[in-house]
């Protein structure tokens, strides 16, 4: 099959996690007889210092006009200093809002090889952790009006019914495939829109009588990730408060590297990043650990390409490489028993020959 994929290097250590996974992407087209073309997109701090904005609409239409963008990360303290409107972040909201991909799917799940990388005791991770963020992307306060006026600052925070229903809908589909529980977050002690949310999941409830529906307010969730994760099989809230707990979620299953993302609107056409930022602190080092994009690039042969065997042959590739005992720098055991550590490019090519 042949598919055009559109690639965002972006900023700090994107470069080189993409290339990884753009050798893994190469890897499945020679293997399963595929033919995959890339497209370079410039966004974040390379378009700001190329065309003066995070994302020029030209760049945006080379992604519409894709299968899937692929991106790595954006943004770092080269850019602090420019205004808010062309921060490298506004590129990437642009790009979401452009694509319309209002749902974001984070998985969060312990790797059996990784479970000392947990900052969590073994009493708790014992218990497994495997459950999704499916979060709100393109509404609530991102998009809201931001404004400064003299001393004072509003970003307003914006939800209709409409916006509510679609991602609730992918909430409670997502979990009917999985176990069948579904946890709607919210601060509806406080907030009107989180009132609208959890009303419009109430009703929605009624349309899917196998998913079993619970509502937990914001700060309690922070809490209870920490304190039993397992509980939680899809974890479906708006925006903010799912970037905010998607963050925390990634850290107890060991490194935020890992984690990959799919973002979806309503054609086949997504958004795949990993979650973890442009980390311009070890860029060019060759430290980077590529799995979290080399992971959001097997959701795109699932999700967008409907490509499973693709796509599990890169995930077992990983699991392999692991199991062998290499890792980056981030996900490497304190007491270093059984594992080698290796550089971003050592950690591609590893996951590149095991598809092989
Ligand atoms: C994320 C990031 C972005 C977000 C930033 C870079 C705008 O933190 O993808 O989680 O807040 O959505
Ligand atoms: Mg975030």
Not at 57 to 78: T, Y
Not at 200 to 224: G, I
């Amino acid at each position: 099959m042949q598919k055009n994929i559109a690639v965002i290097r972006g900023d700090g250590i994107g470069p080189e996690i993409v290339a990884e996974a753009i050798g893994v992407l190469d890897a499945v087209a020679e293997k399963f007889g595929h033919d995959f073309r890339f497209a370079e997109v410039s966004m974040g701090g390379d378009a700001i210092d190329k065309f003066g904005e995070p994302l020029p609409d030209a760049e945006l239409q080379k992604c519409k006009e894709s299968d899937s963008v692929l991106l790595g990360a954006v943004g770092g303290p080269k850019w602090d200093g420019v205004e808010a409107h062309l921060r490298p972040e506004k590129g990437l909201l642009k790009l979401r809002q452009g694509l319309g991909v209002y749902s974001n799917n984070r998985p969060a799940k312990i790797w059996p090889q990784l479970k000392d990388a947990s900052p969590l005791k073994p009493s708790i991770t014992e218990k497994g952790i495997d459950y999704i963020i499916v979060r709100e992307l393109i509404g609530g306060i991102y998009f809201g009006k931001h404004e400064t006026v003299g001393d004072t600052a509003v970003d307003e925070m914006r939800y209709s019914e409409d916006e509510i229903e679609r991602i609730g809908r992918i909430g409670f589909e997502t979990a009917r495939k999985r176990r069948g529980m579904l946890c709607s977050v919210e601060k509806s002690n406080v907030l009107d829109t989180s009132r609208l949310w959890k009303k419009v999941m109430c009703r929605l409830s009624a349309e899917y009588p196998d998913v079993t529906l619970s509502h937990m307010l914001v700060d309690n969730c922070a809490m209870q990730i920490v304190k039993d994760p397992s509980q939680f099989d899809v974890i479906v809230t708006e925006n903010m408060f799912g970037d905010i707990l998607s963050d925390e979620a990634s850290q107890i299953t060991g490194s935020i590297g890992m984690i990959p993302s799919s973002s979806l609107g309503d054609s086949p056409c997504g958004l795949y990043e990993p979650i973890h930022g442009s980390a311009p602190d070890i860029a060019g080092l060759d430290m980077a650990n590529p799995i979290g994009t080399i992971l959001s690039a097997a959701m795109m042969l699932r999700y967008s390409f409907d490509m499973e065997k693709e796509a599990e042959a890169i995930e077992k590739a990983v699991d392999a490489v692991l199991s062998e005992g290499w890792r980056t720098a981030d996900i490497m055991p304190e007491d270093k028993t059984g594992c080698t550590q290796i550089g971003c490019r050592e950690m591609g090519k590893r996951i590149r020959e095991m598809i092989k």
